[in-house]
């Protein structure tokens, strides 16, 4: 085939973002991996990893950041689990402005507004530190919560609800066997937006904690800039890649189905 | 009734909370003072030497929003352009497989958290011996920002008459002329959300950039925020600058708002 042929055919096109992905995606990922297995004489070794396993200070980080997170994620759906109910529901129709105003607050800088939380607590002569922290990573994760959750149960379909009120099922019960399950694939993204982000945050937590508590994020990010410290910082990211890997595999398999239904 | 009352009630009581932090900061971009919670008096003074210059740290404040801005537009342009071809290539990629995978990888840098696209970038620059700057950081955000584009132009595909672009070619037209005059203004809605998407990620970005700025000094208004923080006190012209930010992005999302509205009663 010549290459006017080629690039007639619009399959073809996808090649240099395809090779884009390659370079700068694929291989910089599998460099993480690369590195981690590798000590400073450049030897094969998992040294890395058995230093993470030993040392109290990385696991205690690594745990406490993954009882943040949960506590954040928990905290994110028991708050904003009612209000995308709420704003999607036509009844209590509240308009598509309080939404844009849920939003918002998403596109702003994350630094700005983990320094705005800092204002708020300094003007109310707060202390800053762990309530700071989980306040402050519900306040700026919030809206990925909300979002996602809004969106599945504004989708779900009304002769659903209408049906079951057909049969003789009151409100509790259309919430209880209808909305609450359909919506699980919005609580699973916005869990996928809340937990993954928090547990790898490293600048959030310094600002909010006056750097008296530290997150897995600020580990990698210490170790990382150390070129000496480089090799046990990539190996800290691929422990953190596995559980991304495995958070999303948990969850791709509930949107598969949703897919899939959605197709028909 | 009551229960309307009542969750009126409670979004309200949730949008004061979520607000406040941001109302503390525009209130006290009005006052000259060192740090929040002290008010010395009504003043545009923060706006002023923001504008002029006379800032603390001004000519790093100011080329650090430059540079923002710059980073953004070109990432921006970049992403919008490889997204809707990679969008049109996949959308005709038959074998299902294959699409499957580019989707696969494509949705990676949308999962990932930003410290694991920024450190794998960082790996691979020091690994080809590429010391960080614009260069850098514009290839990171285009890696961030391009899935969004290809998400944003591929319904529009699906909307569009498969056939137009063949016909194109039958009457003569080549590919990039078929490109430019077909299918170009089918997806062009989508091109613009998605180079919209891409910008202000981009301009939101902190983790990325941190991690392929490189030691120059090339800073971005997140950097150089995170720095001031880092130090200890923030530089009060940043009130003001965030006070300017919030309120546009408040119109720019109005603004879009608007128009997929006006796009969703046009074509029901």
């Known amino acids: ?264 | 009734m009551i229960k309307k009352y009542l969750a009126k009630t409670y979004l309200y009581i949730l949008l004061t909370i979520l607000y406040a932090p941001i109302a503390i900061i525009i209130i006290f971009s009005f006052t000259n003072s060192k740090s929040i919670g002290e008010w010395k008096g009504f003043s545009f003074d923060l706006y002023a030497s923001l504008f002029s210059g006379e800032a603390q740290h001004a000519s790093t404040l100011s080329s650090a929003i430059t540079n923002t801005l710059f980073i953004a537009l070109i990432a921006a342009t970049i992403s919008m352009f490889l997204g809707s071809l990679a969008a049109v290539g996949i959308y005709n990629t038959k074998n299902k497989k294959i699409r499957k995978s580019i989707q696969f990888v494509n949705n990676i840098p949308m999962i990932n958290p930003d410290i694991i696209t920024g450190i794998s970038l960082f790996l691979l620059f020091v690994s080809l011996g590429i010391s960080g700057g614009y260069i850098s950081v514009i290839i990171a955000h285009i890696v961030f920002c391009t899935p969004y584009v290809v998400l944003s132009v591929t319904p529009r595909l699906s909307r569009m008459n498969p056939n137009i672009y063949e016909a194109a070619l039958d009457l003569g037209a080549t590919p990039f002329q078929a490109f430019k005059k077909v299918i170009i203004p089918e997806i062009k809605p989508g091109m613009l959300s998605g180079f919209i998407l891409a910008f202000t990620l981009s301009i939101d970005d902190f983790a990325v950039t941190l991690f392929t700025k490189g030691s120059d000094g090339l800073e971005t208004l997140s950097t150089y925020i995170y720095a001031d923080a880092r130090k200890g006190g923030l530089t009060p012209e940043l009130r003001a600058l965030a006070s300017i930010i919030f309120l546009t992005v408040l119109i720019l999302l109005i603004f879009i708002n608007h128009r997929a509205n006006k796009l969703k009663s046009n074509n029901p």
């Open chain 1, 1 to 264: 085939m010549t290459i006017s042929k080629l690039v007639m055919k619009r399959s073809t096109w996808a090649v240099p973002y395809v090779l884009f992905l390659v370079i700068f995606v694929v291989l910089p990922l599998i460099l993480i991996a690369v590195y981690a297995l590798r000590g400073n004489d450049g030897g094969f070794t998992l040294q890395n990893f058995a230093k993470f396993a030993t040392q109290s200070e990385s696991i205690n980080t690594f745990i406490y950041s993954i009882s943040i997170a949960i506590l954040t994620t928990a905290l994110c759906i028991l708050i904003g689990y009612p209000a995308a109910y709420i704003l999607a529901n036509s009844e209590l129709s509240t308009g598509r402005t309080m939404v844009v105003l849920f939003i918002l607050p998403m596109w702003i800088n994350i630094l700005m507004r983990s320094l705005a939380t800092v204002a708020l607590f300094d003007f109310m002569h707060l202390h800053l530190g762990e309530g700071a922290l989980v306040f402050g990573l519900v306040y700026d994760f919030l809206p990925f919560m909300i979002y996602p959750i809004y969106n599945t149960i504004q989708k779900i379909d009304k002769s659903y609800i209408e049906a079951s009120q057909d049969l003789g099922a009151n409100k509790k019960e259309v919430f209880k066997r209808i909305i609450l399950p359909l919506s699980v694939p919005g609580i699973v993204s916005g869990i996928m937006m809340v937990f993954l982000p928090t547990i790898s945050t490293f600048a959030i937590s310094e600002i909010l904690t006056l750097n008296t508590k530290r997150l897995f994020g600020s580990i990698i990010q210490d170790n990382m800039m150390l070129s000496d410290k480089m090799n046990y910082g990539a190996a800290l990211s691929l422990i953190m890649l596995i559980i991304i890997a495995i958070t999303s595999v948990l969850s791709n398999n509930e949107d598969d189905d949703l897919n899939e239904g959605g197709l028909i």
